[in-house]
């Protein structure tokens, strides 16, 4: 999940490539005088200037092209791999500024490389970083937390899957594509059609007894209505699967009770429905509620064909900075052991690895299955992101003035300090501007 103080690597890459190119160009065209040169080589130091601005350039164009990178994760790889170049290059740079050319090369430029290095390091370590890491499953005030977990949750940072794992989840979408399709058509089959074919009995049975049983006709004919308003609300149901985005039209508690309301026709069971806190419509990215809803879909469809269950409870609600969707049936239950995850099992991991969360399946002690879902949700406000915001920037304060009045060997440290704080000072006011009109609105 893309966090409020997410970093956009692409900014980073062309921002770096222009300051680079800049320098290059500075350097490469402008010679610094000095009485000393290279012994034996007249303008021998110009021209080595030259190579190095030239070699510098040549970084910024290699920026460049990483930042046409489409993917996030692929960049963000590009970029940790291009930070531990210039830790390399910095580290002996450095070391041969200080041992051997100390009088060709000024102490503070010595440093430079390895500065670079270590903010692209840490700008491509933390870029991705959701708002907090992985926490346990909290589960609601009434729920007893399982003593097995059997689905092991994903991880919240950025995907990091190699080019052949991104074709094998394209190859997973496709097939969760197919699987959808052929579920709604077994619910058609199993719901409206039953439906239908109930209601043509009963009509049939009305038409018979119509003169010789007013009664049995009278009868037949409330049931013809009891399987059409049955058939009305699964269809309802059906057709808000099928919308591209129901929950724009209804709402994520709408949506979910109207599954629970089509389990309870179709099975008979007994399916509540309970809500706690929910977080605001603004603390969780685009698709969060899209991804819960479709997750929850396939869970309480899994319910209806293989569990057998009487009682089923759904319960969605926010636990501390995660947003929490719960399905717990007293069905015939699985053998934790023996589980292997089917296409089902891989499209709801799929839902909620794309927005950062992960999911459990456990057992019951006595009979059926819990299943949850957690995603995490960005609960802070405008006014925490501007307070980071000046304590960094106080931060930076401090180290420029250290660096002004400090001793020389503290130069390179409190650049390094600086840089990083004024990054995350950045990062902090880029959050403030994005939440201070953010939508507050509970989700419903």
Known sequence: MQSATSIDTRLVLRVYAWVVLTISVVFAHIWIVSDTDLPGVP????????????????????????????????????????????????????????????????????????????????????????????????????????????????????PKTSPLQSQYEEHIRQAARVEERSRLARDLHDAVKQQ????????????????????????????????????????????EQLQASPIEN??????LQQQCEALG??????????VGTLPPGGAVPPGT??????????????????????????????????????????GMGFDGMQITPGMGLKNMSARLHEVSGHMLISPQPKGGTLIGFSVPCDLATAGDYAKKAAIAAGVVVLMAFNFTFGDRWEWPWSAIIAWIALITAARYVAAWWRTRGRNETVIA
């Open 289 to 330: 509620q899209q991804a819960l809803f479709r997750a929850a879909q396939e869970a309480l469809s899994n319910v209806a064909r293989h569990a057998r269950a009487t009682g089923v409870t759904v319960w969605l609600g926010l636990k501390g900075d995660r947003l929490e969707l719960t399905i717990r049936d007293n």
């Open 43 to 158: 303008y021998g130091r110009a021209g080595l200037i030259r190579l190095s601005a030239a070699a510098i350039g040549v970084c910024g164009f290699v920026a460049i092209g990483m930042s046409r990178i489409e993917n996030p994760a692929s960049r963000q790889r590009a970029l940790f791999w291009f930070a531990i170049g210039h830790l390399y290059f910095g580290v002996l740079f450095q070391g041969q500024a200080y041992a051997v050319f100390p009088d060709f090369i000024p102490y503070p430029l010595g440093w430079l490389p390895l500065i670079a290095g270590i903010v692209l390091m840490f700008i491509a370590v933390t870029c991705a970083h959701a708002p907090k890491f992985a926490g346990r499953f909290r589960f609601s005030p009434d729920e007893e937390e399982p003593q097995h977990v059997h689905v092991v949750m994903l991880r919240e940072r950025g």
């Open 196 to 239: 239908l074919f109930a209601i043509q009995t009963s009509a049939a049975t009305v038409q018979e007894r119509w003169q010789t049983d007013v009664a049995g006709a009278h009868s037949a004919l409330a049931q013809v209505r009891t399987c059409a308003r049955d058939a009305l609300t699964e269809m309802k149901a059906l057709i």
């Open 250 to 255: 209804t709402g994520l508690v709408a949506a």
């Open 265 to 274: 026709l179709r099975t008979g069971a007994d399916v509540k429905l309970n």
